[in-house]
């Protein structure tokens, strides 16, 4: 099956740089690359997703940029704020799949 | 408003003592799913549904049961909870499995942290 890596697994910021989460999957097949946002005390929430046709895609603060040859995936942050600051997990599914596989996380502390 | 209700939030239980967790969702979602969250594992799967009366284990299914006799109900069974189930549990849902076409991305439940003692 489908095993997906997510590093790094705690990521500290200062207000206002970029930061960068990056995952690696093994399954060739998968074709739909999702990321989530995890604030305190709630469910994960779909922030951005890409598909295997797609090199790159924004969406204001954040892109999402993949590799297939590479069978990496990662999430860019611009200009982080405070209110970023949440366990973001990567995930993968693959085609004929009805599994949707996550990374470990990351934990984003953005610093005042 | 749209969103998928777990219940309870919390439970502490005993090792062996039965325990349903209940999942609800009022979008009209055909797939849902079951989730565990441990420290760095991140969410792995434990059973997944297609639709009503089809159902499917996921990464993780030893020792769970689930059942879904109604499109928008998905509870989740342990017959005979363990300690190495102490974790917090999501549920989701979305209009199509990960990989269909269209609009595929999952809600999720707020939560259900269980300890077993």
């Known amino acids: ?112 | 408003e749209a969103q998928v209700t777990q219940n309870p939030r919390y439970l502490i239980t005993v090792t062996g003592k039965k325990l349903t967790v209940t999942c609800s969702q009022n979008m009209n979602h055909e797939y849902m799913s079951w989730y565990r969250q441990d420290p760095g594992l991140g969410l792995r799967q434990i059973y997944y549904s297609m639709n009503v009366e089809v159902t499917d284990k996921g990464d993780v299914p030893e020792g769970y049961k689930v059942s879904r006799k109604e499109k928008r109900n998905f509870p989740l069974i342990l017959e005979s909870p363990s300690p190495n189930q102490t974790s917090l549990y999501f549920c989701a849902s979305s209009l199509t499995p990960p990989s269909g076409v269209g609009p595929y991305g999952y809600t999720f439940g707020s939560g259900t942290r269980l300890t077993v003692v």
């Not at chain 1, 989530?36 to 954040?62: A, F, M, T």
């Not at chain 1, 973001?88 to 502390?109: D, E, K």
């Open chain 1, 1 to 112: 099956g489908e095993n997906v890596e997510q590093h790094p697994s705690t990521l500290s910021v200062q207000e206002g740089d970029s930061a960068v989460i990056k995952c690696t999957y093994s399954d060739s097949a998968s074709n739909y690359f999702p990321w989530y946002k995890q604030e305190l005390g709630k469910g994960p929430q779909l922030i951005i997703d890409i598909r295997s046709n797609v090199g790159e895609k924004k969406d204001q603060r954040i892109a999402v940029t993949l590799n297939k040859t590479a069978k990496h995936f990662s999430l860019h942050i611009t200009e982080t704020q405070p209110e970023d600051s949440a366990v973001y997990f990567c995930a993968a599914a693959s085609v004929g799949s009805n599994m949707l596989t996550f990374g470990g996380g990351t934990r984003l502390m953005v610093k005042p």
